[in-house]
């Protein structure tokens, strides 16, 4: 699909600013909307939408489908008249810079429990109405998910497959037992995805109203603990105890010399095959309702996945094992459509993979920091860059510019790097964010993207994720008014000045 030459920023919603401890779906998204229209800016690309489980991470969700809670905004609930103003303006006092998620935890699942008592109180008709409707029309994987975390929650917040066999494996005896047993919980769960969609949804259509595009995200896998896995078993390569036969990761490569062991159970593809791909394409299908283009990460597991034995604690003694990529897109084309797709092609490519990505005609990505390795034929060199693809300067698993910079110049083994980007870009030190931007502006790709940070010109102490790593990650936040309009003008300049303005 042709995206037309244009660009944007990569910055996830809990990194906006507010008194809330995390970013959500209020006043400053709709602000933030308002800078990327004023700047030229056409897409906002953020990562994914879901509920986070251990470590924060994004891609590691408890659904495919449902959205994140921490994102509701409490001053929305006090507005619609859900939460009383002495609960909203009890708020502790959070950092500003980065998100202690356990204090934002706390704090909002007591407001969010008590919007709902509100709710179930009645009085609420309109929105009553409203969320009776919104059950209905996405009962098909909202009930599965409110009786998943009601369960969960139940169970001491073990994992699914640590849960009795009986409703582990979901006979409908348990289930039926269950339902009854958590029928508030699952109101609860309900009314709390109610409350992120509906906000979600007024947030989208003010991006709209101003031209601008959301870029979202699918990761190709979904973690082991996630209603996904517990509905769909036998489409997942499980042992009868569920726990996982093989799991996901990559073998060694730049960021982690022992690989990187994601844990994610592996699709039985053979078993998808024979459902049509149901689970896919009506996870596609929900996502594009959420977003308007979709980025899916880790793309070459389309064409083979790394399957590490499930008892390995390092990536290292996998194999690449064939998946069904081509069928799944043949599907998706049948069903949906041609869908506005973006494929993160990183990491060990083969000419396998590039053939999956052009028969569906879906653009891949380059990233600047990837590109002064001394090959003056990278791909990830401007002069290489292809039109048909997405360019970054960096993503949410890279250093920021000036992290990467700095960092690269002062290690012996790298130094060579850094002096080859000053040369190539006709850089400075002090202004090598916004000389790797125009260099990524300037190219022939016809979409650019920045993160967030290279824009503000923060250093490594902002980066968003350190691959093969826990503790510590997704935390970074922008500070209220870093986006100056003196930013907002300079980036709408080079916008303009290199024709990708909206």
């Known amino acids: 699909m042709e995206f037309g030459r244009a660009s944007g920023i990569l910055f996830h919603p809990t990194s906006l600013p507010g008194p809330f401890g995390i970013g959500d779906l209020g006043a400053e998204a709709f602000r933030f909307v308002d800078a990327l229209a004023a700047a030229g800016q056409r897409y906002w690309q953020i990562l994914p939408l879901g509920p986070t489980g251990w470590g924060d991470s994004p891609y590691q969700c408890y659904s495919a489908f449902a959205g994140n809670t921490l994102l509701i905004s409490p001053e929305k609930l006090r507005d619609d008249g859900l939460i009383s103003t002495e609960l909203f303006e009890s708020r502790p006092a959070f950092p500003d810079d980065r998100v202690d998620y356990g204090a934002v935890s706390e704090w909002k699942g007591s407001i969010l429990a008590a919007a709902s008592s509100a709710f179930a109180s009645g009085g609420f008709e309109g929105l009553r109405a409203e969320f009776d409707a919104f059950c209905r029309e996405n009962a098909f994987w909202l009930e599965d998910y409110a009786l998943y975390r009601a369960s969960r929650a139940a169970h001491g ?3 699914w497959f640590e849960w009795p066999e009986d409703l582990r ?29 509906s906000q979600w949804k007024d947030l989208k259509a003010h991006a709209a109203e101003n031209g601008i595009k959301i870029i979202g995200d699918i990761p190709i896998f979904v973690a082991l603990d996630s209603s996904d896995v517990w509905c769909n078993q036998r489409e997942f390569k499980l042992n009868a105890d569920g726990s996982p036969k093989v799991v996901s990761g990559v073998p060694p490569d730049f960021f982690s010399a022992t690989g990187q062991l994601w844990g994610n159970p592996i699709y039985d593809w053979d078993a998808m095959a024979a459902d049509g791909f149901g689970w896919w394409i ?49 599907a998706v084309l049948k069903s949906l459509g041609e869908v506005p797709l973006i494929a993160e092609d990183l990491g060990f490519i083969t000419p396998e993979v590039i053939a999956l990505r052009d028969k569906y005609e879906i653009p891949g990505m380059r990233v600047l920091q990837f590109g ?52 190539y870009l006709n850089a400075r030190p002090r202004t090598i964010n916004w000389d790797m931007m125009r260099g990524v502006w300037s190219s022939v790709a016809d979409t650019a993207i920045a993160p967030m940070q290279d824009i503000l010109g923060l250093g490594n102490e902002a980066r968003m994720n350190l691959p093969a790593t826990t503790g510590g990650n997704w935390a970074w936040r922008m500070k209220s008014d870093a986006f100056t309009n003196e930013s907002i003008e300079k980036l709408r300049e080079m916008t303009h000045i290199y024709g990708r303005q909206s």
């Open 157 to 159: 917040d073990k994992a």
């Open 169 to 197: 494996l979901r006979r409908p005896n348990a289930l039926n037992a269950a339902r009854g047993i958590l029928k508030d919980e699952i109101f609860e769960q309900k009314f709390y995805q109610f409350l992120f969609f």
């Open 282 to 330: 009506a996870r596609i299908a929900w996502t594009l309702e959420a977003v308007d283009i979709v980025r899916i990460d880790h793309f070459r597991g389309f064409e083979a996945c790394w399957e590490v034995p499930g008892e390995n604690k390092t990536a290292e003694n996998g194999a690449w094992v064939k998946a069904a990529g081509d069928e799944l897109f043949a």
């Open 372 to 423: 002064f390795g001394g090959n003056p034929h990278d791909d990830h060199l401007p002069h290489s860059f292809v039109r048909h693809c997405v360019a970054y300067t960096g993503t949410h698993d890279n250093d920021t510019a000036v992290g990467w910079f700095n960092v690269t110049r002062k290690r012996k083994t790298t130094t060579e790097q850094a002096a080859l980007a000053l040369k």
